[in-house]
């Protein structure tokens, strides 16, 4: 997930590409809907701390398999 577009993300709602090679993992908090471009989205936390892009948070498109959200989703049992 951690590829050039996603590392230069830069805000705004992420649609560019990644790489086939997930290396990176960050922790769906939220979903919601772009009011300006009524695009949905889903807030992702990123680890990188506060200093990244929207204050350690993206917007990733929804409702495609972006990054892999939908085939390589983790989560506690």
Known sequence: MAGFEFKNYGGGIFEG???PNMNH???LIG???D???GKDY???KN???ESWREDGYMRIVRGQN???IR???TYPV
């Open 31 to 33: 979903y919601g809907t």
């Open 35 to 37: 009011e300006e471009e």
């Open 47 to 49: 680890s990188w701390g």
């Open 17 to 19: 590409g990644c790489t």
């Open 25 to 27: 993992a960050g922790t």
């Open 42 to 44: 889903w807030l992702i």
């Open 66 to 68: 972006m990054c892999g």
């Open 71 to 73: 085939t390589m989703a």
